[in-house]
Protein backbone atom coordinates (compact mmCIF):
# COMPACT_ATOMS: atom_id res chain seq x y z
CA UNK A 1 0.00 0.00 0.00
CA UNK A 2 1.47 3.67 -0.84
CA UNK A 3 1.95 6.04 1.74
CA UNK A 4 0.32 9.35 3.26
CA UNK A 5 0.07 11.61 0.23
CA UNK A 6 1.62 15.41 1.23
CA UNK A 7 -0.43 17.33 -0.98
CA UNK A 8 -3.87 15.40 0.29
CA UNK A 9 -3.44 16.18 3.79
CA UNK A 10 -2.15 19.53 2.77
CA UNK A 11 -5.58 20.29 1.06
CA UNK A 12 -7.62 18.64 4.04
CA UNK A 13 -6.24 21.47 6.40
CA UNK A 14 -6.83 23.71 4.09
CA UNK A 15 -10.51 22.78 4.03
CA UNK A 16 -10.33 22.60 8.25
CA UNK A 17 -9.42 25.46 8.41
CA UNK A 18 -11.77 27.48 6.12
CA UNK A 19 -14.36 25.73 7.96
CA UNK A 20 -13.40 26.52 11.21
CA UNK A 21 -14.47 29.99 10.97
CA UNK A 22 -17.14 32.25 9.05
CA UNK A 23 -15.02 35.07 7.21
CA UNK A 24 -12.82 34.73 4.05
CA UNK A 25 -8.97 33.87 4.62
CA UNK A 26 -6.59 35.14 2.55
CA UNK A 27 -3.41 32.80 0.92
CA UNK A 28 -0.88 34.74 3.44
CA UNK A 29 -3.70 33.63 6.88
CA UNK A 30 -3.93 30.03 5.32
CA UNK A 31 0.17 29.89 4.98
CA UNK A 32 0.84 31.21 8.49
CA UNK A 33 -1.88 28.96 10.33
CA UNK A 34 -0.73 25.85 8.74
CA UNK A 35 3.60 27.05 8.53
CA UNK A 36 3.47 26.39 5.11
CA UNK A 37 4.88 28.37 1.57
CA UNK A 38 2.66 30.60 0.38
CA UNK A 39 3.40 29.50 -3.02
CA UNK A 40 2.43 25.76 -1.64
CA UNK A 41 -0.86 27.57 -0.37
CA UNK A 42 -1.44 29.36 -3.27
CA UNK A 43 -1.47 26.12 -5.77
CA UNK A 44 -3.31 24.31 -3.53
CA UNK A 45 -6.30 26.56 -3.06
CA UNK A 46 -5.85 26.67 -7.37
CA UNK A 47 -6.36 23.37 -7.40
CA UNK A 48 -9.49 23.35 -4.95
CA UNK A 49 -11.32 26.33 -6.83
CA UNK A 50 -10.57 24.41 -9.84
CA UNK A 51 -12.88 21.45 -8.54
CA UNK A 52 -15.49 23.97 -6.89
CA UNK A 53 -14.44 23.38 -3.23
CA UNK A 54 -13.74 26.50 -2.62
CA UNK A 55 -14.99 29.73 -4.04
CA UNK A 56 -12.35 32.89 -4.38
CA UNK A 57 -13.92 36.44 -3.40
CA UNK A 58 -13.37 38.43 -6.72
CA UNK A 59 -13.12 41.92 -4.54
CA UNK A 60 -10.19 40.98 -1.93
CA UNK A 61 -8.85 37.65 -3.75
CA UNK A 62 -9.89 35.51 -0.15
CA UNK A 63 -11.12 32.09 0.00
CA UNK A 64 -13.49 30.32 1.42
CA UNK A 65 -15.76 27.01 1.32
CA UNK A 66 -17.36 26.08 -1.86
CA UNK A 67 -20.81 24.94 -3.21
CA UNK A 68 -19.71 21.76 -4.54
CA UNK A 69 -18.79 20.89 -1.09
CA UNK A 70 -22.36 21.52 0.27
CA UNK A 71 -23.32 19.18 -2.44
CA UNK A 72 -20.75 16.49 -0.93
CA UNK A 73 -21.84 16.73 2.48
CA UNK A 74 -26.00 16.11 1.36
CA UNK A 75 -25.27 13.74 -0.51
CA UNK A 76 -23.20 11.95 2.95
CA UNK A 77 -27.04 12.72 4.89
CA UNK A 78 -28.68 10.63 2.61
CA UNK A 79 -26.17 8.02 2.65
CA UNK A 80 -26.10 8.27 6.27
CA UNK A 81 -27.08 4.85 7.90
CA UNK A 82 -28.17 6.43 11.17
CA UNK A 83 -30.54 8.77 8.79
CA UNK A 84 -31.86 6.04 6.46
CA UNK A 85 -32.83 3.82 9.86
CA UNK A 86 -34.14 6.49 11.50
CA UNK A 87 -36.61 7.91 9.10
CA UNK A 88 -39.77 6.42 9.28
CA UNK A 89 -39.18 6.45 13.05
CA UNK A 90 -38.82 10.06 13.53
CA UNK A 91 -41.75 11.00 11.43
CA UNK A 92 -44.29 8.70 13.21
CA UNK A 93 -42.22 10.51 17.23
CA UNK A 94 -43.48 13.99 15.43
CA UNK A 95 -46.53 12.71 14.51
CA UNK A 96 -47.26 11.09 18.11
CA UNK A 97 -46.11 14.24 19.83
CA UNK A 98 -46.81 16.64 17.43
CA UNK A 99 -42.98 18.49 17.77
CA UNK A 100 -40.23 18.79 15.61
CA UNK A 101 -37.76 16.00 15.56
CA UNK A 102 -34.41 15.86 14.85
CA UNK A 103 -31.40 12.57 14.64
CA UNK A 104 -28.08 13.82 15.70
CA UNK A 105 -24.95 12.45 15.22
CA UNK A 106 -21.60 13.43 16.55
CA UNK A 107 -19.09 15.72 14.81
CA UNK A 108 -16.02 17.38 16.09
CA UNK A 109 -17.19 18.20 19.48
CA UNK A 110 -20.83 19.52 18.04
CA UNK A 111 -23.88 17.82 16.93
CA UNK A 112 -24.32 17.24 12.74
CA UNK A 113 -27.96 17.40 12.33
CA UNK A 114 -28.73 14.60 9.76
CA UNK A 115 -32.72 14.56 9.93
CA UNK A 116 -35.22 17.04 10.98
CA UNK A 117 -38.74 16.40 10.98
CA UNK A 118 -41.07 19.53 10.90
CA UNK A 119 -43.81 19.54 13.50
CA UNK A 120 -46.90 18.78 11.98
CA UNK A 121 -48.66 21.96 12.38
CA UNK A 122 -48.45 24.86 9.49
CA UNK A 123 -46.19 27.04 11.57
CA UNK A 124 -43.23 28.63 9.51
CA UNK A 125 -39.94 26.51 10.15
CA UNK A 126 -36.41 26.31 8.74
CA UNK A 127 -35.03 22.83 7.50
CA UNK A 128 -32.10 22.03 10.05
CA UNK A 129 -30.29 18.90 8.02
CA UNK A 130 -26.44 19.55 8.04
CA UNK A 131 -26.94 22.23 10.78
CA UNK A 132 -24.00 21.99 13.68
CA UNK A 133 -25.56 22.48 17.09
CA UNK A 134 -23.88 22.88 20.39
CA UNK A 135 -23.40 19.60 22.07
CA UNK A 136 -23.08 21.35 25.60
CA UNK A 137 -27.04 23.30 25.03
CA UNK A 138 -29.05 20.63 23.57
CA UNK A 139 -30.58 17.35 24.80
CA UNK A 140 -28.93 15.76 21.45
CA UNK A 141 -25.58 16.78 22.49
CA UNK A 142 -25.62 16.12 26.45
CA UNK A 143 -26.86 12.42 25.11
CA UNK A 144 -23.83 12.23 22.90
CA UNK A 145 -21.45 13.61 25.72
CA UNK A 146 -22.56 11.59 28.43
CA UNK A 147 -22.22 8.40 26.48
CA UNK A 148 -18.92 9.33 24.62
CA UNK A 149 -16.41 6.37 25.33
CA UNK A 150 -13.67 8.74 25.57
CA UNK A 151 -15.50 9.82 28.95
CA UNK A 152 -14.68 12.96 30.48
CA UNK A 153 -11.10 13.97 28.43
CA UNK A 154 -13.98 14.47 25.57
CA UNK A 155 -15.17 17.60 27.35
CA UNK A 156 -11.56 18.73 28.17
CA UNK A 157 -11.47 21.37 25.04
CA UNK A 158 -14.83 21.46 24.64
CA UNK A 159 -15.92 25.50 24.33
CA UNK A 160 -19.13 26.32 26.46
CA UNK A 161 -20.10 29.70 25.14
CA UNK A 162 -23.59 31.17 26.78
CA UNK A 163 -26.25 30.28 24.02
CA UNK A 164 -28.95 31.86 26.64
CA UNK A 165 -28.76 32.90 30.31
CA UNK A 166 -29.71 28.81 31.03
CA UNK A 167 -26.84 27.58 28.85
CA UNK A 168 -24.18 25.72 31.33
CA UNK A 169 -21.17 27.27 30.85
CA UNK A 170 -18.92 25.88 33.16
CA UNK A 171 -16.86 22.16 33.35
CA UNK A 172 -18.26 21.33 36.61
CA UNK A 173 -22.15 22.34 35.66
CA UNK A 174 -21.90 19.89 32.59
CA UNK A 175 -20.38 17.56 34.08
CA UNK A 176 -23.02 17.19 36.68
CA UNK A 177 -26.16 17.31 34.26
CA UNK A 178 -24.25 14.46 32.59
CA UNK A 179 -23.75 12.21 35.07
CA UNK A 180 -27.40 12.75 35.62
CA UNK A 181 -28.50 11.74 31.68
CA UNK A 182 -26.23 8.69 32.17
CA UNK A 183 -27.85 7.56 35.09
CA UNK A 184 -31.81 8.14 33.90
CA UNK A 185 -30.75 7.08 30.32
CA UNK A 186 -32.21 10.61 28.51
CA UNK A 187 -31.88 14.31 28.26
CA UNK A 188 -33.15 17.59 28.37
CA UNK A 189 -32.75 20.89 27.80
CA UNK A 190 -34.81 23.95 29.12
CA UNK A 191 -34.26 27.29 27.40
CA UNK A 192 -30.66 26.53 26.65
CA UNK A 193 -30.21 26.70 23.27
CA UNK A 194 -32.81 29.04 22.51
CA UNK A 195 -34.85 30.95 24.83
CA UNK A 196 -38.29 29.40 25.02
CA UNK A 197 -37.83 26.20 23.41
CA UNK A 198 -37.20 23.11 25.38
CA UNK A 199 -35.84 19.36 24.39
CA UNK A 200 -36.07 15.71 25.02
CA UNK A 201 -33.44 13.18 23.97
CA UNK A 202 -32.67 9.89 24.03
CA UNK A 203 -29.40 7.29 22.57
CA UNK A 204 -28.96 5.50 19.77
CA UNK A 205 -26.86 2.50 20.33
CA UNK A 206 -25.59 0.33 17.10
CA UNK A 207 -25.00 -3.67 17.11
CA UNK A 208 -22.43 -3.06 19.52
CA UNK A 209 -24.25 -1.01 22.43
CA UNK A 210 -22.27 2.12 21.49
CA UNK A 211 -24.15 5.21 21.40
CA UNK A 212 -23.89 6.18 17.54
CA UNK A 213 -26.25 9.35 17.65
CA UNK A 214 -29.41 10.39 19.47
CA UNK A 215 -32.94 11.45 18.77
CA UNK A 216 -35.30 14.30 20.28
CA UNK A 217 -38.03 16.52 20.06
CA UNK A 218 -38.17 20.44 20.68
CA UNK A 219 -40.77 22.69 20.97
CA UNK A 220 -42.18 25.63 23.12
CA UNK A 221 -41.40 24.93 26.82
CA UNK A 222 -44.76 25.27 27.88
CA UNK A 223 -45.72 22.63 25.89
CA UNK A 224 -42.72 20.15 26.13
CA UNK A 225 -42.46 20.99 29.97
CA UNK A 226 -45.04 20.87 33.30
CA UNK A 227 -45.16 23.93 35.29
CA UNK A 228 -42.41 22.57 37.10
CA UNK A 229 -40.28 22.99 34.55
CA UNK A 230 -39.95 18.68 33.66
CA UNK A 231 -40.47 17.73 30.92
CA UNK A 232 -43.59 15.36 30.58
CA UNK A 233 -43.36 11.91 30.84
CA UNK A 234 -45.33 11.31 28.20
CA UNK A 235 -43.11 12.81 25.46
CA UNK A 236 -39.67 11.46 27.39
CA UNK A 237 -41.44 7.66 27.05
CA UNK A 238 -42.31 8.79 23.36
CA UNK A 239 -38.78 9.72 22.38
CA UNK A 240 -37.33 6.84 24.34
CA UNK A 241 -39.42 4.20 22.61
CA UNK A 242 -38.23 5.79 19.31
CA UNK A 243 -34.55 5.32 20.32
CA UNK A 244 -34.90 2.10 21.21
CA UNK A 245 -36.68 1.41 17.70
CA UNK A 246 -34.23 2.99 15.80
CA UNK A 247 -31.01 1.14 18.02
CA UNK A 248 -33.29 -2.08 16.84
CA UNK A 249 -32.80 -1.48 13.27
CA UNK A 250 -29.17 -0.84 14.04
CA UNK A 251 -28.57 -4.25 15.60
CA UNK A 252 -28.92 -3.60 19.13
CA UNK A 253 -30.09 -6.45 21.08
CA UNK A 254 -29.84 -4.88 24.85
CA UNK A 255 -31.75 -3.61 27.55
CA UNK A 256 -29.80 -0.31 27.96
CA UNK A 257 -31.68 3.03 26.48
Not at 41 to 58: N, S
Not at 81 to 107: C, F, K, Y
Not at 166 to 192: F, I, K, N, Q
Not at 234 to 257: E, K, N, Q, W
Request: net charge positive; glycine share 12%; aromatic share 2%.
Amino acid sequence: MPGRIQSVERAAAILRLLAAGPRRLGVGEVARALRLPKGTVHGILQALQHVGFVEQDRAGGQYRLGATLLHLGTSYLDANELRTRALNRADALASRTRESVRIGAPHEGQVLVVHHVFRPDDSLQVLEVGALLPAHACALGKVLLAFDLRGAPALDELPLPGCTPRTHTTPAALTADLDRVRARGWATDVGELVDGEAGVAAPVRDHRGVVVGAVGLSGAVERVCAPDGAPHAALVSAVRDSARAISRTLGFTGLRG
